[in-house]
């Protein structure tokens, strides 16, 4: 018996051995070609976008004195020097909607997204005549599209001119009057939106940024305001940001939800399997005692393997198909070795009830308590404890020294 234990220990260690090794490999081939593999996403579909307001500035030439000596003489020079005076920024109307698209690379989901941005802004000319206005928008991102790019300045369409940073248009305001900047563009982006009322402390006079988006699992970076109200929507929510005078050093902001990432969870799921299988071992080997079922060390050892195989088919399925379906196929194997194995060895009502059940659990329920963020140790737990009961229950009235006696000498060869 003591033999057998060994035996089993032995098994269990190796086995071990190979899951950490596979479990290695999975983390090593998802992060290895994570930063090539997210720069090629990022060169085709974008990179994360922070959006600030349009600024609304005029120039203004001063003619400035100074004097040189030249040849001993005192020379007075008159030097045009030219300033740009900013408009106030009266109110801010914004809209913003978001359309998720994740796409897949290796082994890791990137949250891409489609984002129509469409804000109008109030700028005051509170000089007492008419001003050349500079109206300066500043792109989110360097590399990123901007599709249907519009610039008007009280419903008039102004000629722009773009550079790295963005794009300005001028248009005439008379003394004393408003204008209104309306921009819109269709972009896309990637991980995460933000829009920047300021460099450092920002006043916000007026506002008013209203985000619809087409997912549910919202999340807000650190540092970024949270909205004011919200409201579901159908498939989303949208949600408000309302402030008539805001002092604030803090940015608006989403981050995109991520998708079930398939190598990582692999990963975890291959490095805690050796916890799946030592539940297995210990019940075989509790029912096998109680039932004087002779299961050789042998015999547990390609049980072993069936459980490994799950986890090496898994690891190379989830590249090429979904998470869930390599799952279901990853455990209909499994189970199908296990059961099948074991039919021919002690026969097909404990292979099927016994074992078939417990690998179920122990294997494919557990697998899949990864799948529950936040609540996987809670669920492992739960699952233990109540293997602990059952067992418990079901033994508390053997008496193991002659239990274990009586299989000794039933192993034990007969003299000839």
Same mark, same amino acid.
């Given at each position: ?158 000629? #722009? ?56 699992? @919202? ?103 979904? @998470?869930?379906?390599?799952?279901? @196929? ?6 199908? #070795? ?5 039919? #021919? ?72």
């Amino acid at each position: 018996m003591l033999r057998q234990i060994l035996a089993l220990a032995f098994i269990f260690v190796c086995t071990t051995i190979a899951w950490v090794v596979l479990g290695a490999t999975i983390f090593s081939r998802t992060y290895g070609a994570n930063q090539q593999l997210q720069g090629h996403v990022a060169s085709t579909w974008g990179t994360a976008q922070e959006q600030s307001p349009p600024t609304a500035t005029y120039t203004v030439t001063e003619t400035s004195n100074s004097t040189t000596v030249e040849n001993g003489k005192l020379v007075v020079h008159n030097d045009k020097v030219q300033h740009q005076i900013p408009l106030p920024l009266e109110a801010s109307r914004i809209r913003v909607n978001f359309h998720l698209d994740p796409r897949q690379k290796g082994l890791l989901w990137y949250s891409t997204y489609a984002v129509e941005f469409t804000g109008d802004y109030t700028f005051r000319n509170n000089t007492t005549q008419a001003q050349t206005v500079a109206f300066r928008l500043k792109f989110p991102a360097q590399k990123a599209l901007y599709d249907n790019l519009q610039v008007k300045v009280n419903d008039q369409l102004v000629a #722009l001119v773009t550079d790295e940073q963005g794009t300005v248009g001028h248009s005439e305001v008379p003394a004393g009057a408003a204008a209104v900047l309306h921009v819109a563009y269709g972009s896309q982006g990637l991980d995460s939106w933000r829009y920047q009322l300021a460099d450092g402390i920002a006043q916000a006079r007026n506002f008013s940024l209203v985000m619809q988006t087409n997912f549910r699992d @919202i999340d807000f970076a650190d540092d970024t305001l949270s909205p004011t109200s919200r409201m579901l929507v159908p498939g989303g929510w949208q949600l408000t940001w309302q402030y008539s005078n805001l002092v604030s050093g803090f940015q608006i902001g989403m981050t995109m939800p991520e998708k079930l990432q398939p190598g990582p969870l692999a990963g975890e799921i291959s490095y805690a399997a050796p916890v799946s299988l030592f539940f297995f071992f210990f019940l075989m080997f509790i029912i096998t005692t109680t039932r004087n079922i002779d299961l050789h060390p042998m015999n547990y050892f390609f049980l072993a393997t069936a459980f490994f195989a799950f986890h090496l088919l898994l690891a190379y399925l989830v590249d090429h198909i979904s @998470i869930h379906a390599a799952m279901v @196929i990853a455990s209909v194997v499994s189970v199908t #070795l296990v059961v099948s194995y074991l039919r #021919l060895v002690v026969g097909l009502r404990f292979a099927a009830l016994e074992a078939g059940t417990a690998q179920l659990i122990y294997l494919v329920l557990f697998s899949y308590a990864f799948f529950w963020k936040g609540f996987t140790g809670l669920s492992i737990t739960v699952i233990a404890i109540i293997t602990l009961f059952v067992v418990m229950q079901a033994t508390g009235r053997i008496r193991w020294s002659e239990r274990f006696a009586a299989r000794s000498a039933a192993l034990r060869p007969s003299p000839r």
